[in-house]
Nanobody, 127 residues
């Protein structure tokens, strides 16, 4: 299993942008699907986006579609989540998670699929 560390969170005004990073350590990063999840105060954790280990299209929650972009750099063992046009409803702790998969399996936004989790990074969208 991978060890994951998120960074890049912070305070941003509505309409602003942030890029989160998820850096992994451990073996076979390129064999893992990576997901981004978030948990707002008083709410359950929800899937935001995920990226396959292969060349399949990333997945996005409806709330992220058109505003967030996920990408990965296997050489750096890093997955990024570029967030634009941020809204107060995006305020949450953001987590990345990983699961080892086979090449043909698409990623999923179901948190129960994932085996390793980072500790999260806080994103606050407020004026």
């Amino acid at each position: 299993q991978l060890q994951l560390v998120e960074s890049g969170g912070g305070l941003v005004q509505p309409g602003g942008s942030l890029t989160l990073s998820c850096v992994a350590s451990g073996l076979y990063f390129d064999r893992n699907a990576i997901g981004w999840f978030r948990q707002a105060p008083g709410k359950g954790r929800e899937g935001v986006s995920c990226i396959h280990r292969g060349r399949g299209s990333p997945e996005y929650a409806d709330s992220a579609q058109g505003r967030f972009t996920i990408s990965r750099d296997n050489a750096k063992k890093t997955v990024y989540l570029q967030m634009t046009n941020l809204k107060p409803d995006d305020t949450a702790v953001y987590y990345c998670a990983s699961v080892s998969t086979i090449l043909t399996v698409p990623c999923t936004l179901s948190e129960t699929t994932y085996r390793s989790w980072g500790r999260g990074t806080q994103v606050t969208v407020s004026s």
